[in-house]
């Protein structure tokens, strides 16, 4: 692996801070995260945010085929150089935006799932994140590396304060596991925290499935969009339209203290509020 520094500099390029870039600079961390990802030679593999290289050409030598996603242009000719000289052969370079890509469509003509790999810049985590949960019909896993204060949010467990929007609605559709922490001395530039890498297993067997998952999604919004605030008054005062009244009578079927606060509810408490508010209020109140 090149230094990410010697080859920015040769191609005149800069790395951009409003897309986040931090380039993973060692050659033996690339490695552990490609074997620790437990890719074999049939899997495909969506990857998010390419950049050098450094973890597309390890893994390429693994995988079937890497589909390596990159929105800056810059990168892209560089790219393709460095996968030339290291005689990469199966890797499909896709100019464009992640939040942009039908996963599902590209997992639907492959005829097969997709394992998501990425360094994920941490100004856009959280959407690709959601992305990545409504695609999942076409995603097996992911293998994601997230600054630490994202990692710590997104394992967080209920009752504290990390414990968040992501968090729950990952755990409603996948399971979680720590794969490794990387020093932030690993990265050029280098940033101010360390990073971890996270697998996330989605599973189809649900062991609470919402009546309509995407109310689900917009329940957990909501409770979360001001979160100290009780439940009551959070949904109440929410993009939900939902009377006093309504959340009242939805927070006592479902057996929740109305003066408890969102991050104190298990995923299991939120599917069966859901499902409550679903059954209370009008169709066009669930849909908007």
């Keep these: 692996m090149t230094s990410p520094r010697v080859l920015l500099s040769a191609w005149k390029i800069r790395a951009k801070k409003q897309l986040?870039?931090?380039?993973?600079?060692?050659p033996s961390t690339a490695a552990m995260i490609a074997a620790r990802?437990?890719?074999s030679a049939d899997d495909v593999v969506l990857e998010i945010g390419a950049g050098l290289g450094a973890i597309t050409i390890p893994v390429a030598r693994i995988a079937r085929t890497i589909y390596a996603v990159e929105i800056d242009s810059k990168l892209i000719g560089l790219l393709k150089n460095e996968l030339l000289t290291e005689s990469v052969t199966n890797v499909v370079l896709m100019e464009k935006n992640i939040l942009?890509?039908?996963i599902p469509e590209l997992s639907e003509r492959l005829r097969r799932k997709i394992i998501v790999m990425g360094n994920l810049p941490y100004n856009i985590s959280s959407q690709i994140l959601v992305k990545l949960i409504n695609s999942r019909s076409g995603i097996s896993r992911a293998i994601l590396m997230f600054q630490k204060e994202l990692a710590q949010r997104i394992a967080a467990q209920p009752g504290?304060?990390?414990y968040g929007r992501l968090t729950v609605m990952l755990k409603y559709c996948a399971d979680l596991k720590t794969l490794a922490t990387v020093d932030a001395a690993k990265f050029f530039p280098k940033p101010k925290v360390d990073?971890?890498?996270?697998?996330i297993r989605f599973t189809s067997s649900l062991k609470n499935r919402a009546n309509?998952?995407?109310f689900l999604f917009r329940v957990i919004k909501a409770a979360f969009g001001r979160r100290r605030k009780t439940l009551k008054n959070a949904l109440a005062g929410s993009e939900l339209r939902i009377t006093t009244d309504?959340?009242?009578?939805?927070l006592d079927l479902a057996g929740i203290d109305p003066i408890r606060r969102a991050e104190t509810l298990k995923v299991s408490e939120f599917v069966t509020l859901s499902n409550c508010l679903e059954n209370i209020l009008p169709s066009g109140n669930q849909s908007r």
């Design 20 to 26: 986040g870039q931090t380039f993973l600079s060692d």
């Design 37 to 39: 990802s437990g890719i």
């Design 100 to 102: 942009h890509l039908d």
């Design 160 to 162: 504290c304060k990390d």
């Design 195 to 199: 990073s971890e890498v996270i697998e």
């Design 212 to 214: 309509d998952e995407q």
């Design 246 to 250: 309504d959340v009242l009578r939805a």
